[in-house]
């Protein structure tokens, strides 16, 4: 089965950029990369999906490699309250399964 | 638009006592999830649902029965609770389909004394 790997931990400073990388290595075609990210006391909370292209919505914008063995997920201006656990979940490799691994602490420093 | 709500939200069980956890949506979803988080920790599946009257065994399904009777419910049961089921469990739904994003519950806060 495909698997993500992400860094434990990501330090940044507020009003600067994020990259939060993860590797994806045996990605199938067909498979789906989306990220999610888990506040303080929060349930998770859905920030991006792709395929194959470079996605931009509100919250953050999605870099997919072009072999798509590795993406990043980039947050352009880190605030405070963009604190969290933040996971890399392939969809498609599991079935209907939506598998979550360990994900990356950001802290983010005023 | 209440999205999906777990009810209770806060639990104290003795050890060998039943309980349900109910998960309701209203966004009309095909797929819905249940898992746990223990501290520090990822969340891990224990059992999902692509649809109404169908469920299915994730990473750790032991210890827990699920029913998926209405599709706006989704029901997690603890037949005799054990101190190593205190966690904190949240419940998911989604439309179905890999490019789909699923919508978390604000949890349930277990502890088995």
């Known amino acids: 089965d495909a698997k993500t790997t992400q860094p434990n931990s990501m330090e940044s400073n507020e009003e600067e950029p994020v990259h939060l990388p993860c590797n994806h290595s045996?990605?199938?075609?067909?498979?789906?990369i989306h990220w999610y990210r888990q506040l303080p006391s929060q349930g998770p909370e859905y920030v991006i999906h792709?395929?194959?292209s470079n996605v931009n919505n509100r919250m953050a914008s999605l870099a997919i490699a072009e072999d798509r063995k590795s993406s990043t997920l980039i947050l352009h201006r880190a605030t405070l309250r963009d604190a969290a656990v933040y996971y890399c979940?392939?969809?498609?490799?599991?079935?209907?399964?939506?598998?979550f691994g360990a994900g990356t602490i950001l802290r983010v420093k005023s | 638009n209440a999205g999906v709500t777990q009810t209770p939200k806060f639990r104290v069980l003795k050890t060998g006592q039943s309980m349900t956890l109910l998960c309701a949506q209203d966004m009309n979803h095909e797929y819905m999830y249940w898992y746990r988080q223990d501290p520090g920790m990822g969340l891990r599946l224990i059992h999902y649902?692509?649809?109404?009257?169908?469920?299915a065994k994730g990473e750790v399904p032991d210890g827990y029965n699920v029913s998926r009777l209405k599709k706006q419910n989704f029901l997690l049961g603890l037949e005799s609770a054990a101190p190593s089921q205190t966690s904190v469990y949240f419940c998911?739904?989604?439309?179905?389909?890999?490019?789909?994003?699923?919508?978390f519950g604000q949890g349930t806060r277990l502890t088995v004394v």
């Open positions: 649902s692509v649809g109404e009257g169908t469920t």
């Open positions: 792709g395929l194959t």
């Open positions: 998911a739904s989604s439309p179905g389909g890999d490019y789909t994003e699923a919508f």
């Open positions: 045996t990605i199938s075609g067909t498979d789906y």
């Open positions: 979940i392939l969809k498609g490799e599991y079935g209907n399964k939506l598998v």
